[in-house]
């Protein structure tokens, strides 16, 4: 019966195609809005990494002013000192545990081709990549013994090997940054994390990094910090050791603990860290550390701002807007067929029956706006993208779950919006149809 | 087969009731060809319709095919309707959109055959109207001869007990009229019960018996004579 009926609701729709355009459009307007907004939520508040949501946790250390407390997550600094990020290194607690910040680097191709440009590091330990689960398509990190001893090696992302070697396996090439030769022991495959949980600090929803190095060459090649660095004690060195040696908080420290003894273990640890740093005179502040997983450290620096939700609200008023002017063309044509569906009584139709055939002609009007909406929703996001400086904007995109919840919505809010029509004109007496007809 | 018994029928509005049958009683015998006439305004239409249950009543009884059908929620009318009524009506009903042969497959759907038992059903029917040839075509394709004898194909397929006829010849000529009439007559001769709603008295003839309504209620009955044409069967109001 479910084919019989999808078939009479095409004849319908064939039947009246003006009425069936107002309605699809009206549909496809809705969902195009509501998808646009939903893409742009979606793709802020996605986990890349849930499957290890519970292993991977973000570490807060509050080492900020004591007349004020750090705007931020928990009251306390979303990033952590040199000092202490090389402490915490170096006590090495965790199975796992890196260190990291974006610097900027001079990149020199050895084909004179390619001129000159400045590319974007990511400076951290060899733990960064099993941790975060970082595709290889050639090599594979650099060895511990680079991260001890500061050699100039590099991993490449699939982008910046596809540009400087043709997408080639460049394992054992070399490239030149900030006039020193790096040996490339590794590219990745495409891997853009969305958002980009592991530095939120620096644009949650920016493209991945060109490159990666060791931690270890921070201090020999003096490597800046390109992201945000956040400091509220004045130093009088201003030197590069200065800096290093500064409560000035710009790196993100990552442990990875896989049980929940481990975690507590680890948040132990850091407490008593803190304590022995506070007899050193250093966090003046009332101790305090946190440790956020994945899921949290997301919520909590707020990646989906409110007024993003405050959209995707707005949006889907308007997409009810554009059902309740749905229900009315659905009921005038449904009306309009009253002769029909009196007939259909009269030969012995339940209104049950009646009720499923417009259902499912509704259900086909939805997916018909759906696919419109999509299209609608697509033009939209492309016009972010084109328009709009937002990080939100460049990053949103209609992906495969996305396309299966708009047009899931639409098929349903359609279905909805004919529960009224259908259930009316199934209850008016048959052998008043039969009248009219 | 068709027994109603002081069957009442009051239209309400919010300022006037209108008593469209009131003590309507009539018996119809398996097998019969009843004429009902009356003016316009009289109630035929609405005794169609209850009789048709499609319509529901305010008093009285009614019994169908041995079954009191006076208190039966709306599925167990509209399964009766589905496999014991047939229905034919002035202006053909068919649906426009549908080729003859979905026509004539609709109450067949929704009796729940399989596909094959509808085809066979469905051709056997427009054998029987002689418009087998014409499975493919749409209403619009068809003379109005010919769209009622889709319609009268529709109500055969089902194979129902009673047929209820309303105004059959109503917007066709009179050689189309004759060719219908001649195939309802040819209908009830293989058994079905038959009640035709007529303006016309020379259709009337054609029936067993007529009978007239007028203000809601029968006013008399008038036994068809034998023509030899074929067997009168016994009735009674």
Not at chain 1, 34 to 55: E, R, W
Not at chain 1, 92 to 109: D, E, I, M, R, Y
Not at chain 1, 122 to 141: K, L, Q, S
Request: charged share 20%.
């Amino acid at each position: 019966m479910f084919v019989y009926n999808l078939r009479l609701a095409l004849l319908s729709m064939r039947r009246n195609p003006v009425l069936t355009l107002l309605m699809v459009s009206a549909i496809a307007i809705g969902i195009g809005m509501s998808t646009t907004c939903l893409a742009i939520f979606h793709v802020m508040s996605g986990n890349p990494i849930a499957y290890k949501n519970d292993q991977l946790y973000a570490v807060q250390l509050d080492n900020w002013d004591p007349a004020e407390a750090y705007t931020g997550p928990h009251d306390m600094p979303t990033q952590v000192t040199y000092l202490d990020a090389t402490a915490l290194m170096k006590a090495a607690k965790a199975p796992h545990q890196n260190v990291a910040f974006v610097s900027g680097l001079t990149l020199q191709s050895d084909n004179p081709a390619i001129k000159p440009y400045l590319i974007v590091a990511r400076v951290t330990y060899n733990d960064f990549f099993p941790m975060f689960d970082t595709p290889f398509e050639y090599g594979g990190p650099w060895g511990n013994d680079a991260d001890q001893g500061a050699q100039q090696v590099t991993v490449l992302s699939e982008e910046t090997n596809e540009k400087l070697f043709g997408g080639a396996n460049s394992v054992g090439k070399e490239v030149t940054l900030d006039n020193r030769r790096f040996r490339v022991v590794g590219v990745l495959k495409k891997w853009n994390p969305t958002p980009k949980f592991y530095d939120l600090e620096n644009g949650a929803l920016d493209d991945g990094e060109d490159l990666y190095i060791p931690f270890s060459l921070t201090q020999p090649m003096e490597l800046h910090s390109f992201g945000n660095n956040s400091c509220w004690k004045d130093t009088s060195d201003h030197t590069f050791q200065g800096y290093l040696n500064s409560e000035c908080v710009w790196l993100q420290f990552w442990a990875e603990l896989p049980t929940a003894a481990a975690r507590d273990d680890y948040q132990q640890f850091l407490n008593d860290y803190v304590k022995e740093q506070k007899k050193a005179g250093r966090f003046p502040r009332p101790a305090k550390t946190y440790l956020s997983n994945v899921d949290e450290w997301l919520k909590t620096n707020k990646v989906v701002p409110d007024e993003v939700r405050v959209l995707v609200a707005l949006s889907f008023m308007f997409l009810a807007v554009c059902m309740l002017n749905t229900i009315g063309l659905i009921l005038a044509k449904f009306l309009r067929r009253s002769g029909e569906i009196g007939l259909r009584r009269a030969l012995g139709a339940s209104r049950m029956a009646l009720f499923r055939q417009y259902l499912v002609e509704t259900g086909v009007i939805g997916l018909g706006g759906g696919l419109l909406g999509i299209g609608v929703g697509w033009i939209g996001l492309f016009g972010l993208r084109h328009m709009l400086s937002s990080d939100a904007g460049r990053a949103a995109h209609l992906d495969w779950t996305m396309v299966g919840v708009g047009l899931l919505l639409a098929v349903v809010a359609s279905m909805l919006a004919g529960i009224y029509p259908a259930w009316r004109v199934v209850r008016i007496p048959p052998a008043l149809y039969l009248k009219i007809q | 087969m068709l027994k109603m018994e002081n069957i009442s029928k009051i239209y309400r509005t919010d300022v006037v009731q209108t008593h469209a049958l009131r003590d309507f009683s009539l018996d119809v015998k398996e097998g019969e060809f009843v004429a009902v006439m009356g003016p316009s305004g009289s109630g035929k239409s609405t005794f169609l319709n209850i009789a048709g249950l499609l319509e529901s009543f305010d008093g009285g009884s009614y019994t169908l095919d041995g079954e009191d059908v006076s208190h039966l929620n709306d599925d167990d009318r509209s399964r009766i309707r589905n496999e014991r009524i047939g229905f034919i009506f002035q202006g053909f009903n068919l649906i426009p959109d549908l080729n003859v042969s979905d026509n004539v497959d609709v109450p067949l759907r929704y009796r729940g055959f399989k596909a094959a038992e509808r085809a066979r059903r469905v051709q056997a029917a427009l054998e029987t109207v002689g418009l087998a040839s014409r499975m493919k075509h749409v209403p619009a394709q068809l003379s109005g001869g010919q769209q009622q004898r889709v319609a009268i194909a529709r109500a055969l397929a089902g194979e129902p007990r009673i047929l209820l006829a309303d105004e059959p010849t109503g917007n066709l000529d009179s050689l189309m009229a004759r060719q219908v009439l001649d195939l309802i007559e040819g209908i009830n001769e293989s058994g079905t019960t038959i009640v035709m709603v007529t303006h016309d008295p020379e259709l009337a003839k054609r029936a067993h018996r007529s009978v007239h309504v007028l203000d809601g209620q029968v006013m008399d009955l008038k036994a068809v004579p034998d023509t030899g044409k074929r067997e009168t069967k016994g009735v009674q109001a």
